[in-house]
């Protein structure tokens, strides 16, 4: 029997949420490899998958790598279990991959930041509770993938994403107490001055991940952020809308406070393996909130977050008490102390 290729695509979460099942794979097999169409970010240091997996791009992968091996797109999507709501994405993956004919309980996601990945992260984050004079951090992920940005109007055709409307008004309760750092590529106003928030631009998901790591908790939608604050042990608030939990999250974790805001009302929509956009139109509304939603989430999250606690704040000015490699914040020996992104 000639060893399999497994070619991994999509974004982040569903690189994450192939993990497990590539783990269990690996405990029988030591001769297959990953070609990471989805980006290499997530089986970097990996101490088992690490080793089998190759970017996409990488120099010889036909010829030395997947010409003498079965090649295999595992698809969870069009998996009877999913799309029927018997499966996780990541117990899909797994049937898929390991040929399996039911779903079964898999470990978490385990992904590896590296130290000069979490000493920056930490950096980060002590920078922002500096700065905010906040002494307990939680990020904020408002957007899934679906988001669309028109000349400043933010929303989610697929309905997978928080209402801006929705989320600011989370946001603006909870700087109050707590350092707000928003996992977004899109600047928004929440409409409030009084206290800062911040947004920054971090381009790397491993950072991020680092970050969700060091936060004391995680607020965020069907995206790759829960699925990090999963695999990190950090406690999640998580709203879905049009996809089902049992699909996208973790509803029997008991570190997820989860509100399904679909819950009865939405249609299945079947994301690669038809065109059809009528589920979406019914699902138009299906991520919008009551106020008594809102209320739901901002007390999940502070009830996770706990007794707000500050410090004092620093003035974030440069300083020339060493010199640093770069003029890069994030960096850990960096002197510039300015974080980058904030809102006011």
């Known amino acids: 029997m000639r060893s399999k290729a497994f070619f991994i695509n999509g974004g982040a979460g569903r690189v ?50 997947l010409k003498m091996r079965d090649c295999v797109t595992p698809e969870p999507y069009r998996m009877w279990h999913y799309y029927n709501q018997k499966c996780s994405l990541a117990q899909a993956y797994d049937m898929e991959i390991n040929g399996l004919d039911e779903p079964r309980e898999l470990p978490k996601p385990n992904i590896r930041v590296t130290k000069t990945e979490g000493i920056k992260a930490l950096n980060t984050i002590e920078q922002l509770k500096n700065t905010t004079g906040k002494d307990k951090a939680i990020v904020i992920q408002p957007f899934g993938r679906g988001v669309v940005n028109t000349d400043g109007f933010i929303f989610d055709p697929t309905s997978r994403s928080f209402n801006v409307s929705d989320i600011a008004t989370i946001i603006n309760d909870l700087k109050k107490d707590y350092t707000v750092i928003i996992m977004s590529e899109f600047q928004f106003d929440t409409g409030e001055s009084k206290h800062v928030h911040a947004i920054p631009q971090v381009p790397d998901i491993r950072l991020w991940a ?76 299906c991520m919008t909130m009551t106020k008594d939603d809102v209320k739901k989430v901002i007390d999940s999250c502070r009830k996770r977050l706990g007794k707000p606690t500050t410090r004092k704040i620093v003035k974030q000015e440069p300083t020339q008490e060493k010199e640093s490699c770069c003029d890069d914040p994030y960096c850990p020996t960096s002197t510039v102390k300015t974080p980058r992104g904030f809102k006011q």
Not at 27 to 50: S, T
């Open 210 to 285: 680092g970050i969700i790591q060091c936060a004391d908790h995680f607020l965020g939608c069907d995206s790759v952020g829960q699925h990090i604050a999963r695999a990190m042990d950090t406690t999640a608030t998580v709203v879905t809308g049009a996809t089902f939990p049992i699909n996208i999250t973790y509803p029997n974790e008991k570190s997820f406070d989860i509100f399904d805001m679909g819950e009865g009302t939405r249609t299945y929509s079947p994301l690669r393996m038809t065109g059809e956009d009528m589920q979406d139109m019914e699902n138009d509304e």
């Open 16 to 65: 994450i949420c192939s993990i497990p099942a590539l783990e269990k794979y690996a405990e029988n097999h030591d001769d297959f490899i990953i070609v990471a169409e989805g980006g290499m970010n997530f089986f970097k240091g990996h101490p088992v998958l690490h080793k089998h997996a190759y970017d996409f791009w990488h120099k010889g992968l036909f010829e030395d790598k």
